[in-house]
């Protein structure tokens, strides 16, 4: 499949990305899912809750920061008392030793752990600088960028990769169906930047709330009419 075939016509595209914004918002109100104004809390909110469930990475974070007020404190600390520390949020070993390379990276290019200096980078200088990072990829970096640097991307998450099939706005360009590079810019391109951030946090409320992989509560969705899936699992 070519790249530009994942596509959908870009006329009935936005008007549908239109309405269905719309109804998410009057259905959650843009929650934002106790993301964090902060940008490198808002990172190390986003490692927690990789492949965790909302109760479990909200503790594991809380920890961390009672523990580690300070993030200058975590490059003196071992890999294996930070694990102990985050515990909750499970892969914890993965994700200290992430954390430790992190800080070490923001000490060599900013003399502190601050992500601060990219509130003066452009979006691509942002995105290409995070996704430098070890173990950061372009889904974090930009949830690091949308909520904690009030620039205008979409994350896509598997909440939204998932709706998005679903709703018939795109497909995936692999052959396994995964949400690659190449989808999340495409996903991006076709949002209105100015609906960027309230689609996001409402998609991910109303995955968490109806659409779900398996047994999506369809009957009682408020985008049904958008919807182009033809069974319960999502399949085309």
């Given at each position: 499949?070519?790249?530009?075939a994942a596509?959908?016509?870009?006329?009935?595209?936005?008007?549908?990305?239109?309405?269905?914004?719309?109804?998410?918002?009057?259905?959650?109100?843009?929650?934002?899912?106790?993301?964090?104004?902060?940008?490198?809390?808002?990172?190390?909110?986003?490692?927690?809750?990789?492949?965790?469930?909302?109760?479990?990475?909200?503790?594991?974070?809380?920890?961390?920061?009672?523990?580690?007020?300070?993030?200058?404190?975590?490059?003196?600390?071992?890999?294996?008392?930070?694990?102990?520390?985050?515990?909750?949020?499970?892969?914890q070993n993965?994700?200290?030793?992430?954390?430790?390379?992190?800080?070490?990276?923001?000490?060599?290019?900013?003399?502190?752990?601050?992500?601060?200096?990219?509130?003066?980078?452009?979006?691509?200088?942002?995105?290409?600088?995070?996704?430098?990072?070890?173990?950061?990829?372009?889904?974090?970096?930009?949830?690091?960028?949308?909520?904690?640097?009030?620039?205008?991307v979409f994350?896509?998450?598997?909440?939204?990769?998932?709706?998005?099939?679903?709703?018939?706005?795109?497909?995936?360009?692999?052959?396994?169906?995964?949400?690659?590079?190449?989808?999340?810019?495409?996903?991006?391109?076709?949002?209105?930047?100015?609906?960027?951030?309230?689609?996001?946090?409402?998609?991910?409320?109303?995955?968490?709330?109806?659409?779900?992989?398996?047994?999506?509560?369809?009957?009682?969705?408020?985008?049904?009419?958008?919807?182009?899936?033809?069974?319960?699992?999502?399949?085309?």
């Amino acid at each position: 499949m070519r790249a530009d075939a994942a596509k959908p016509d870009t006329s009935r595209l936005i008007a549908d990305v239109e309405k269905v914004a719309l109804k998410l918002k009057k259905e959650y109100h843009d929650f934002t899912h106790h993301n964090k104004k902060n940008p490198l809390d808002e990172l190390f909110f986003i490692l927690c809750s990789i492949k965790r469930s909302e109760k479990v990475y909200v503790k594991a974070f809380k920890s961390l920061k009672r523990n580690f007020p300070r993030y200058d404190l975590l490059a003196a600390t071992s890999t294996k008392k930070l694990s102990r520390t985050i515990s909750w949020g499970g892969l914890q070993n993965q994700k200290a030793a992430v954390a430790k390379e992190i800080i070490k990276r923001l000490i060599e290019s900013f003399g502190k752990p601050t992500l601060a200096p990219l509130e003066k980078m452009s979006d691509e200088g942002c995105e290409s600088y995070l996704t430098s990072l070890p173990g950061i990829g372009k889904k974090v970096a930009r949830c690091v960028m949308l909520y904690s640097l009030n620039m205008k991307v979409f994350p896509v998450d598997s909440h939204c990769w998932r709706i998005s099939k679903r709703l018939g706005w795109i497909k995936s360009t692999s052959k396994h169906q995964f949400c690659s590079s190449r989808n999340m810019d495409l996903l991006q391109e076709m949002i209105p930047s100015k609906l960027r951030l309230s689609l996001h946090v409402n998609m991910v409320s109303l995955g968490r709330d109806k659409c779900s992989a398996r047994l999506p509560k369809c009957g009682t969705c408020p985008i049904a009419r958008y919807c182009q899936k033809i069974d319960v699992y999502g399949n085309k």
